[in-house]
């Protein structure tokens, strides 16, 4: 049998006191509260009463971080899963506050449609409803939970609601640790819900581009 539901967890806060894009770039791993957060995440995702049957995440370190409550609640280990992982971007290890004021820079910012600093939207959604529709048919029933990242998320729920995926990212609705859920009926994904489980209150790394 298929899934029956499946859920997006953003990770919890990264310890990125410098206040950098940090994209796919290593070493990035969550700070203390971005530990609290991915716990809220996964207590919720107990809190439904549902059996858990695939756990996937990203390959970077501060998914795979996130995903350590749902391994230690539901016991199941993580499947790393390239096509859920960050956008590329143009401004990895930037400061974006800086670097949009810098003229050479601005060859980056002419088509935000595409977006022309990195990662094409259409991209970044062929490759994430792939990773969506093999984790949907390879559970044996129960749910999925899936552990990415804010634009990975809030471009697949633009996808599924038929939006243009054109956007401002400081416009996104996905906090921390926040939960987005689908469920899947034939071919067709459906939005059923978004939590946002842990506080953010004092968080200091909150979006990206």
């Not at 716990?39 to 990203?58: I, N």
């Not at 939970?145 to 634009?151: E, K, L, M, R, S």
Request: net charge neutral; with cysteine.
């Amino acid at each position: 049998m298929p899934a029956e539901r499946l859920h997006l967890v953003r990770h919890g806060e990264v310890f990125n006191p410098r206040r950098v894009l940090y994209e796919r770039m290593p070493g990035f791993r969550l700070s203390e509260d971005g530990r609290r957060m991915a716990r809220a995440a996964a207590d919720y995702v107990r809190s439904l009463d549902r059996p858990l049957a695939e756990l996937v995440c990203s390959p970077l370190e501060r998914t795979r971080e996130s995903a350590e409550p749902f391994t230690a609640l539901f016991e199941l280990e993580p499947r790393a899963d390239e096509r859920v992982i960050e956008p590329w971007n143009a401004f990895a290890g930037k400061r974006m506050s800086r670097a949009v004021f810098i003229p050479q820079n601005w060859w980056h910012l002419r088509r935000p449609s595409r977006p022309s600093w990195g990662e094409p939207y259409r991209e970044v959604v062929d490759r994430m409803h792939a990773a969506l529709d093999d984790a949907w048919d390879a559970a044996d029933g129960g749910d999925v939970v899936i552990v990415t990242h804010q634009a990975p998320i809030w471009i697949t729920h633009l996808s599924v609601a038929g939006l243009p995926l054109r956007h401002d990212p400081r416009t996104r609705r996905c906090a921390l640790s926040s939960v987005t859920s689908f469920e899947r009926k034939g071919d067709v994904w459906r939005e059923i819900d978004y939590v946002e489980p842990a506080s953010t209150a004092g968080a200091v790394d909150v979006g990206a581009v």
